[in-house]
């Protein structure tokens, strides 16, 4: 308190040492909107000058000013008024709120430009929009906002990192995601180490926290990028952080904070009535089946044991288990095992901002915020993040003034190993059998009755005879989520100094630079007794750095030359540099399995193992970008980047024009706005470091896709020349675009409509093509594909009601796309990620990331061919069996004020995309799928598959009465064990319709009263509740189908014990002082 | 406005300058060369890949050695596979194989090392003529070659014959030097090698003259002429049978009911014990006295450190004795077949005790069922091997002799076991002078 008094005595000194200095007369009055509310916190600006002043609870203020000058009246979310001081000495003034016509968006350099003079297809989401989302994660925060944007969640772990793609995909090899600008530099938005299994990586745009960013652009066409050359093909996102408010003396405190809490928002369901085993007998050795006997068929009360012999004490309930000799039990714990790995996640989130500025020369932005999640899964899941920045500006004199923005940023997380994994929470936790109760997952092992010590730190799950004698098959989920530990911590911090300097009223320089860096240390502990490769114990650790640095220097100037031709122009230089590192270490077989420790030198010489891999690429380019301003109402855009990088040592140049046409702009009538605009850009993708050279490579003989190998370094090293061979000759990945669009509103402004239509080529796609293997290498890489990608976006919003107090606000947005390779010659396909088996792959002729895989064989009319029995047949071939791009996307929201009040809600959807149901497939293999605990009765003799055998008509038997076209036929533990389950051929009948809607987000606040607001001594407040992800229809069974096996990859569309999406609901409180 | 074209300019300059971007291209992360010693280490460890890992697991199955048990293992049970199947094979076989061992060919020559020269021969030869055994036609000598981006798949037999000169030519080179190395463990020198893979080659080709030349040229007098990959206690240094059933993929692989363990198990119909004979302890090396189901991986010929013999003295011996046999030299074939079971009575430490020439007439106890002592012999080869040898060697024996020892057919809807190996999709996708898939069931031509 005491700090805050002496920060008002500061800042009266210096208001009356303004009013000692200042000439002329003071100005009182009140502002208020237009409901005659008085608006605290409006900033009042002698315009021309740096002299303003903040108005106080109840919208009053007081400014020195001279007769003639203009005072500039401002509040966020209003459009500003300008009044010319006259004779009179009290100037009220209302503000009407703010509507499209004030709309700005950011350029790709970073300079503000009106939305009505933009002729791009620019999309600008303001900042409340994403902090009202009550995501944690940036990008997450945009779903649903913009046509043309598709964000992916990756799952609901915590600090999961999303996908961004704009418009469709471009490239095969390339980078897929957006260059991100923030502050006129560029930021890194690397993702690397997705894969099928692991954990869920983060996004690096996700750093950033959503309160510290006044807008985000997002510019989708190739016109608009152009300047960026060869880093811009998939888009450009700009990012405009807060800046300190100008305003001598002026001082604004913001606080916020909000809790949500998490809950898983789809689940698998399992089966409870079969027991674990095969062929009907329960078993707790077979294979870890649950096609055992039915449980309610069993004598009851408790089982019998084996006591003579090995036993395990577990340390969670402190039970001892003997071997089971008779299953007697009715027992069922799928709800046991369920609640052991799920619990309500918890966010808590902070955030300090602070705008200050000492003297009318420099304004600082400072802001801290934290985060503090715990995950939905009941271990050790969590992400904590600290974030701050200081955005300082001064004014060195008139014509020079520095930025410098700087940002640090900490986070801390422990993640759940997912996916296709021996380790992974998902695969262990819904194969297990119902009868088995996982919760003793950790305990000592007796050998027998006469073992006095034990072993601790034994690993009991349902497939290892269930008393841990040896490490599980799969892990037990309770072993995964507490034992395995997958710890990450990130520092990064960021600087970005700028110096503009006003060369002439029409021209000015600036320079800029940006460092962005960071360390991102992962780790992964497999305790011994794990199951896999780490029976023994295994711990890696990678240290990743990546530093981006650039300087950009350019001019900005205006000419005009009559009324009928203006000239704005930016020509610049930009340097802009990448250096990558990584260090990785493993260690193998502990020698101490003790897990108090872990350390990398636990093993013998020859289990410690480091890796490393390190990179630097330099782009050296030249640009510039025209505007011209002709006859008022025609706008032309001329811009062009010339640049050498590191792979593309020759010079390569990307051109764009863009002419956009004011055709009406009264701003009231029926047709109050129309612009038809029309661009044509170049954009391109540098071929990807090393590529030009074939490699010779230690090596290693076995089957390494089933795992067991022999490496040559216990063979005295072994070298071999590599499957791919090198090309030196590659040229860029260019992609061309053209776009058309208008922006328009209707009916005195109510209504705006913009749409854009545009259709892009990606040429030269570099692609390892297979070659035989017959000539040597396997793979070549060559320029050779071509991605061609169209579409259609539609944004509206409708003011459908306003009067008084009450306004009432209709939005959305509609994207279609088609996104099909068009060439990719000498390769069958390109598998993105997923499997050998189905994957997500590219080929020629097919949709961009399409699902790939073991397909019905068809008769020629289309339908499915089928076996004597009546079972259908598998194509010798494997084909595309599904498309996970949406035939559409689209957002749908409305917003409703009422006084005090705001209500919001945005709704969701995606049409049309396909996803696999790895997960239900296997779940069928194993006998856990509810549909596998069918029990029917055979209505005729029905065949069993690969059997001479039949099920006698009225024989009631576990499973389904099917009919592929060929007779019905018995759907039963032999088809779903075979090629009726995940591990068969016929993976088409695991592709299915992952259409969603979503409710993404409804919000409610309230203004809190000035009357309150006082007694704290806040400015304003605000008061609300958010739910996210709360309403979710989809036909996809099991899981949101959101989520995708291998986290932010250009490969889409694939479910295999991915870890779980999540609703939220959360409150938050923010409160301005 | 001029001067901002000049200050354009100045940035266009700058950027024409290719001072920055120079030079940063040159992978700082690999090799991009390597000595030949490390060369030809690589191209005999991936022996490993074709007699060892995932192919003696397939052919093993289809011949009922070993059973498929669990997920996709129970699926190739059934003999389902496809051109997905064995695309890792042919990679291992042309990629890491075929080329690798031309590249040290190449250095060797360049060199002037003919000894190096000679064993990389060998190797690929053993490469080409397995590929050719497996999957019919394959490329021979457009293989590896920036003039053949296609390269021409030539007929099965001369490219056996082609490796059978090749595998000649790096005997004389290698000649006398040991081909015990970093990988291999073994008494014998690389000609010793070279003339026993020549005696399985021949013998594949029906030339039982040349097959018994070759057995007897290899003189592989004991075990200690086995050709085996070595194995350690190492990460990844461990049998790969070990590797798949205990740390990779438990139970897709068991030994449970497959024909082998019930030829070998007491108390069967077909057991082959008799007399003379206990395969009590042989049993008990391939099957885990634990469970009864799963392979024994504690201390038999999936033991954590066991060597596994590419080629061994048991197929050189039994070799021998079918070629002799067919060739009615009765008393060597019947040698052959006694050291084979000498040295088994040393390895499982049970009682094999020699045939004489009555136990193999048609009323004796090693008939096999067969009316001619000739036609015993050969059964008795032909089973000892099976009994003995596990994967590529067995199955080849299975085709050429249609099934002359009676493996069962695990597919009610099939009348013989798979006669091939597919094709691999990639090299349909990619190579134009690709001849077309053949199914499975199709014989090879040497045995058609």
């Known amino acids: 308190m005491k700090k805050r008094i002496n920060l008002l005595v500061t800042l009266l000194s210096l208001f009356l040492f303004q009013v000692a200095v200042a000439q002329g007369k003071t100005i009182t009055g009140t502002v208020v909107d237009e409901s005659g509310v008085p608006l605290p916190g409006a900033t009042v600006l002698v315009q021309g000058t740096s002299n303003g002043v903040s108005t106080d609870f109840d919208g009053n203020y007081a400014i020195q000013a001279e007769v003639g000058q203009t005072l500039e009246f401002s509040f966020v979310g209003y459009t500003k008024q300008f009044v010319v001081v006259g004779s009179s000495d009290t100037i009220d003034v209302s503000l009407a709120l703010d509507n499209a016509l004030e709309e700005v968006v950011v350029t790709a350099l970073g300079l503000e430009r009106k939305k009505d003079n933009d002729i791009s297809s620019a999309t600008l989401i303001k900042s409340e929009n994403i902090v009202k989302s009550g995501e944690t994660g940036l990008l997450q925060g945009v779903a649903g906002k913009s046509s043309g944007v598709l964000i992916t969640q990756t799952s609901g772990d915590p600090g999961a990192g999303a996908f961004i793609q704009i418009r469709g995909q471009n490239t095969v090899l390339g980078d897929s995601s957006p260059l991100i600008i923030v502050d006129g530099v560029p930021i890194s938005n690397s993702n690397f180490g997705s894969s099928t299994a692991g954990v869920v990586q983060q996004s690096r745009l996700n750093d950033i926290p959503a309160s510290d960013i006044a807008s985000m652009t997002i510019l989708k066409g190739a016109a608009a990028a152009a300047v960026w050359g060869s880093g811009a093909a998939n888009g450009v996102v700009v990012i405009q952080t807060k800046r300190g408010l100008a305003g001598a003396g002026r001082l604004d405190v913001n606080f916020s904070t909000s809790i949500s809490i998490d809950e898983v928002n789809r689940e698998h369901e399992k089966q409870g009535v079969f027991g674990q085993g095969a062929r009907g007998v329960w078993s707790s050795n077979a294979s870890g089946l649950s096609w055992g006997d039915k449980i309610a068929d069993r004598a009851g009360g408790s089982d019998t044991f084996n006591t003579s012999g090995p036993y395990f004490v577990g340390d969670v309930t402190g039970a001892t288990y003997y071997p089971v000799t008779e299953k007697n039990s009715r027992e069922v714990f799928n709800q046991v095992n369920r609640d052991m790995i799920f619990r309500t996640g918890l966010q808590q989130n902070y955030n300090l901002g602070i705008n200050f500025s000492a003297s009318d020369k420099s304004s600082t932005y400072f802001s801290y915020t934290r985060l503090d999640q715990k995950g939905v899964i009941n271990g050790l899941s969590d992400y904590d993040r600290n974030t701050f920045r200081i955005n300082q500006t001064n004014k060195l004199s008139d014509k020079i003034e520095t930025r410098i923005n700087t940002s640090f940023i900490n986070i801390k997380s422990n993640r759940i190993q997912t996916g296709s994994n021996l380790n992974g929470l998902y695969l262990g936790y819904l194969r297990t059998a119902p009868d088995f109760n996982n919760t003793d997952y950790i305990g000592t092992y007796y050998t027998g009755p006469d073992d006095a010590v034990g072993r601790p730190n034994s690993h009991r799950s349902y497939r290892n005879r269930q008393i841990g004698e040896a490490a599980g098959i799969y892990n037990n989920p309770g072993w995964t989520i507490n034992e395995v530990t997958n710890p990450n911590e990130v520092m990064r911090f960021t600087v970005a100094p700028e110096v503009n300097v006003t060369l002439s009223d029409n021209l000015k320089f600036t320079g800029r630079y940006g460092m962005d860096f960071y360390v991102d240390r992962r780790e992964n502990y497999y305790p011994a007794n794990s199951s896999g490769d780490w029976t023994r114990g295994g711990f890696y650790k990678n240290d990743y750095s990546e530093t981006v640095q650039n300087i950009n220097l350019f001019l900005n100037g205006n000419e005009s030359f009559g009324e009928n031709f203006g000239l704005n122009y930016v020509v610049g230089y930009v340097l802009e540099q990448n250096d990558y590192y990584r260090f990785s270490s493993s260690t193998n077989v502990f020698l101490n399995p003790d897990p108090s420790k872990q350390l990398v030198g636990n093993a013998v010489n020859g289990n410690i193992l480091a890796d490393e891999y390190k990179s630097k690429e330099v782009k050296n380019s030249a640009y510039y970008s025209l505007s011209f301003d002709l006859f008022k109402n025609l706008l032309v855009d001329v811009a062009g980047r010339l640049e050498r990088t590191t792979t593309l040592t020759d010079l390569n140049f990307y051109p764009a024009v863009t002419a956009g046409y004011v055709a009406k702009e009264s701003g009231s009538g029926a047709l109050s706005f129309l612009k038809l605009r029309a661009s044509y850009g170049q954009v391109g993708i540098s071929p990807s470091l090393y590529l030009n050279a074939s490699n010779f490579i230690t090596s ?374 | 406005m001029k001067k901002y074209i000049y200050l354009f300019l100045a940035g266009a300059l700058i950027t024409a300058c290719e001072g920055p971007v120079e030079g940063l291209n040159d992978n700082p992360n690999q090799f991009t060369d390597s000595p030949i010693s490390l060369l030809l280490n690589h191209t005999l460890l991936n022996v490993a890949s074709v007699a060892e890992a995932e192919p003696a697991r397939i052919t093993a199955i289809f011949t009922d050695q070993l059973t498929g048990f669990d997920r996709q293992y129970g699926t190739l049970n059934t003999y389902s596979t496809n051109a997905a199947t064995y695309e890792s094979l042919w990679e291992d076989i042309f990629q890491r194989g075929i080329t690798q061992a031309q590249i040290v060919r190449s250095k060797a020559q360049e060199g002037g090392n003919t000894q190096v020269d000679g064993i990389a021969a060998i190797l690929e030869a053993y490469y080409f003529a397995e590929a050719a055994l497996l999957f019919n036609d394959i490329p021979f000598s457009e293989v590896n070659n920036p003039e053949f981006p296609d390269p021409n798949f030539e007929e099965q037999e001369s490219v056996l014959r082609g490796a059978i000169s090749m595998l000649t030519e790096g005997a004389s080179k290698a000649g006398s030097a040991s081909a015990a190395n970093n990988v291999f463990g073994t008494s014998s020198t690389w000609a010793q090698v070279a003339e026993a893979l020549k005696a399985r080659y021949y013998l594949a080709l ?69 007399a003379k004979t206990d395969e009590s302890s042989r049993y008990d090396y391939y099957v885990s006295s634990a469970n009864g189901l799963s392979y024994n991986t504690t201390d038999g010929f999936a033991a954590q450190t066991a060597s596994f013999p590419v080629i061994s003295f048991e197929e050189v011996q039994l070799i021998r004795a079918e070629a002799a046999a067919r060739l009615g030299v009765t008393d060597d074939a019947i040698a052959a077949i006694n050291a084979v079971r000498a040295s088994n009575a040393v390895k ?89 898939f053949v199914d499975q069931m199709v014989k090879t031509d040497i045995y058609n």
Request: hydrophobic content about 35%; overall charge negative.
């Open chain 2, 206 to 274: 029906g030339e039982y003259q040349n097959a018994h030349s070759s057995a007897v040229a290899a003189n592989f007098t004991s075990k200690d002429n086995d050709w085996s990959i070595k194995h350690s206690v190492a990460n990844y240094g461990e049998n790969l049978f070990w590797q798949f059933e205990v740390e990779q993929r438990q139970d897709y692989l068991r030994v449970q009911n497959s024909y082998m363990s019930r030829l070998l198990k007491e108390g069967e119909d077909i057991y082959r014990g008799n």
């Open chain 1, 700 to 1073: 290693t003989a076995g089957s390494e896709g089933w795992g067991d190998y022999i490496d040559g370094a216990n063979y005295g090293g072994t070298v071999r020349r590599s499957d791919t061979q090198g090309n030196p000759d590659l040229k860029v990945e260019r992609v061309t675009e053209t776009e058309f669009g208008f922006d328009s509103r209707f009916f005195d402004n109510k209504l705006s409509l913009g749409f854009t239509y545009y259709d892009r080529l990606t040429t030269d796609g570099i692609l390892s093509v297979e070659v035989p293997a017959t000539t040597g290498f396997t793979s070549r890489y060559i320029n050779a594909a071509e991605i061609s990608n169209t579409g259609v976006e539609f944004d509206f919003s409708y003011d459908l009601y306003k009067s008084g107090d009450f306004s009432m606000n209709l939005f959305g947005n509609f994207t279609a796309y088609k996104n099909i390779v068009e060439k990719l010659p000498d390769v069958s396909r390109v598998v993105l990620s997923g499997f050998t088996s189905t994957g997500s792959v590219v080929k020629e002729g097919e949709p961009f990331a399409a699902i790939f895989g073991g397909a019905y064989e068809r008769n020629a009319d289309g339908s499915i061919a089928t076996d004597a029995s009546g079972f259908p047949l598998i194509a010798d071939e494997q084909a595309v069996i599904g498309d996970p791009n949406p035939d559409f996307r689209a957002g749908l929201g409305m917003n409703l004020d009422y006084k005090a009040l705001n209500f919001s809600f945005l709704f969701e959807t995606s049409q049309g995309n396909d996803m696999w149901a790895g997960t239900q497939g296997v779940l069928n293999y194993f006998g856990i799928h509810p549909n596998t605990a069918n029990e029917s009765v055979a209505p005729v003799d029905l065949p069993i598959y690969n059997s001479s055998n039949v099920i006698p008509a009225g024989t009631t038997f576990r499973g389904n009465v099917g009919d592929f076209g060929g007779g019905l036929v018995a759907l039963q533990e032999d088809w779903y064990r075979t090629n009726g389950g995940g591990f068969g051929d016929l993976d088409e009948q695991f592709i299915q319709d992952a259409s969603w809607i979503k409710l993404r987000e409804v919000s409610l606040n309230y203004q809190l009263p000035n009357s309150l607001l006082k007694t704290v001594g806040a400015k304003s407040g605000q008061l609300g509740v958010a739910g996210r992800n709360l309403l979710l229809i989809t036909d996809f069974v099991g899981v949101d189908p959101e989520v995708n096996l291998t986290g932010a990859s250009k490969g889409r569309g694939l479910d295999y014990f991915t870890n779980p999406g999540t609703s939220s609901v959360l409150l938050n409180l923010k409160l301005n002082f």
């Open chain 2, 348 to 436: 499982h430490g049970a009682t094999y005790d020699a045939y004489v020439l009555a136990d193999f007439e048609a009323d004796g106890m090693a008939s096999n069922g067969q009316s001619t002592v000739s036609m015993a012999l050969i059964h008795e080869a032909l089973f000892e091997k099976y009994c003995s040898v596990i994967g590529l060697p067995v199955f080849q024996d299975v085709l050429r002799t249609n099934n002359a020892i009676g493996v069962p057919i695990k597919n009610a809807n099939e009348t013989t076991i798979p006669q091939r190996f597919i094709y691999p999709a990639s090299e349909e996708a990619s190579n134009s002078n690709f001849p077309g």
